[in-house]
């Protein structure tokens, strides 16, 4: 799983994403595409944050969930779809610094279901920690 | 669990919704609050969209998390806060309709941890159908 | 979702919970078999018991696990099976009583997945009191 | 996280862990105690099957859950007790083999609340493959 994706699983998933209004209106971006992996990263913006400041949980999972769903489809056929079933996400510290990066990691991937591990980081001044960790169910649709 | 929550409880949980930056961005408002209990509504605008023009998983969790976070704020002294440590949510069905509504319920209201069933209903010309189901865990703080 | 299951869904889960080792070991056994929902009874043993002699995490889980399972197989053909993909389940309190009664239901019943709701309940001298409630997804084989 | 614990973190590990009824009941043990990070086997007996003779996930889950709260009690002082709050697992595979083995390892360990991972191995022929992975979070009680 080292290395980037292929140039035309990489602009599928682009492409995907960029259909997505809820990434564009949050000002997230796709920063890295391998196979099983994608990483996506979120600035600290005040449209982002929860009532203390620190970004939501809301937009933690939502870059996390994406993340693990175009991990997945790293992994399938041009014409699949892999909707989300599940996940579930423990917060472990505020998500502060100047931005988060949200990474998705395949687990397993089977014919039909795929389990992917999400992990999201804040970083800040160039020093990551992680906030939040968490686990996720895919289904693929052809 | 019936009726309103106090003006208080009200007051204090509106101002704290309020500052939620990424409520404000996503178009979320309030649209209930009673003893252990918030409903919040979303419209339906592209901007909380995934790929395929449904609402979005992340902003979908992001109400569900909120309301659920509001609904155990609730039961809480003025000077408590509850930061949420863990959610887990299944995706039932796409999320559409001309706005899905999330409710969050207080399951158990510990001294120190309080769960929440988590809901997230489609609705679309008055009729309601479940789109989303989870479970909550948040952290008493005073 | 009222009233017992045909006497051909009560067989065929008889069935099926008697192949199952684990419960017959721990000595759990079937209390109602309802079209979507499930009841499983475990008696307080000493061999069920964790460190400080309430009813062990592990065989709390185990039985809402197969309540769920058998709850699901009630709404599917004869030849179907149906595979636990992943539960989530949360104690809320320790789980005393003279036994735990753990109660599947079925929320939602897809073409190949189902989701339910796990809930165990702790009984002493006849009353009740909620020790576990959970979300748990299968996937439906034919 | 390398090494085994000290020994009066072993003594008090195995001593709790042979309280367990459960344990003993489903022919667990102990197998490895690093700070941190605790093993878990179990024999593919009879005694922990279900219907189509493969370990119950109810089974797996029970020792990776201990295996998770005894590896979240490494990292504690001797008076400290850490019930669960709550687990997610999901079940990649059939748990098939000799024998199972659940790790549990701690991925933060708060003042109160503690995060683990849990994976659970089958073993056949010396042959290890993934069959669970879950993650969880426990409360710190002193």
Redesign the interface.
Known sequence: MEGEASAEVRERITA??E????????GARLAHIAPGRVHIVLAS????????GYV????T???A??AGGYAALTLFPADADV???????????PAVGDHIEAIGTV??S?R??T?C?LEVFGVHDGQRS?VA???Q?L?CLR
Chains 1, 2, 3, 4 share one sequence.
């Open positions: 995907s994403f259909r997505q209004g809820l990434m564009r209106h949050l913006r005040p449209e982002v944050t929860q009532q203390h939501h949980a809301g937009a999972s939502a870059i969930d994406s909707p989300m079933v599940e996940y579930k996400i423990n917060l472990l510290a687990l397993r089977g039909t279901l389990v591990r992680l960790t968490g686990q169910t289904f």
